[in-house]
């Protein structure tokens, strides 16, 4: 009975993608340790990216930083 | 000074509800490890169904195969 | 299908009680929100004492100050 | 490459504030473990007040209590 | 930058299982998402299983009573 | 009421630089958003190597690729 969090920016991922990343998920868990899909949970966390730091910046500035 | 994180699917819950899964969950932990409520934490967090997957399906898709 | 997750520090939780803190959290979902015990996970975990902070100490240190 | 999650009640916290968390703890892994910050991670969550709970009442209820 | 954490029992993974869910979950993330690798974290948390309840019980009595 | 989870790979962390990330994140709280430091947990898990991935590996495999 595995429970799968996943926390991405979010930056327009759309359901079709939310559905890819709850079945890929799954199916890991099923491929790797034989879990019984129906005893998996996945949830997904979209977090603005002013609440996601790297390097001590926020994601946005970061990218800028590092595209510079 | 224990902290409880409950995580449920974004369905209408009322503020009511959410004070008495706070008071329960606070009680729990009083009456099983006689913990202090003043230094119990409790949060809440909604998720939206699309964000929810069981059995490699997000949770309504989940249900409405269940259901068939 | 909830999810409920508890940490508490590590001090002789016995295994009875964490049954009691798993049968409570999952009554407590099914009273309030009317739902599916066999969907409903709760998972403990149980944090070291100088692994948990509050007041900016070490719990053990935090007592001992809150007592003297 | 520590993983950074700061949980704080929604209550008109600035971008320049969370700015400020960001580097903040960022900084304190850096200076007190040396670790780099390029693969340091921080995600702020900003809780509902309702969602909130202590000493078993939701946050703004416990203010009220604990003013009165 | 993902976060991916996985929460499973502790029941004699290996190494190479883990190594597995770490390589299967951050292809996920670049399959669906064109996430850079480089900063996609994935953690996995084995649990007890007098730690993790499903149904209103520890799993192993959850199990002796499905199977009975 | 603020919550702060640090997660760090398990590799000697000292109890003194357990309590110096207890008191710095606490300080921060305090500093940035004028919290109470009372009401103010922090957590630190220590997480394993082969638990921690990163570019799609354990640890210790990434930071043998990264300096070959």
Chains 1, 2, 3, 4, 5, 6 share one sequence.
Do not use: H
């Not at 799968?4 to 993608?17: A, C, H, L, S």
Request: net charge negative; hydrophobic share 40%; no cysteine.
């Amino acid at each position: 009975m595995p429970y799968v969090n996943i926390k991405i920016t979010r930056e327009g991922v759309t359901t079709d993608q939310k559905a890819e990343l709850i079945s890929g998920a799954t199916d890991l868990l099923v491929r790797v340790l034989n879990k019984n899909p129906a005893t998996t949970f996945v949830t997904i966390d979209e977090v603005e990216l002013e609440d996601w730091g790297v390097g001590g910046l926020p994601v946005e500035q970061y990218r800028r930083k590092a595209a510079s």
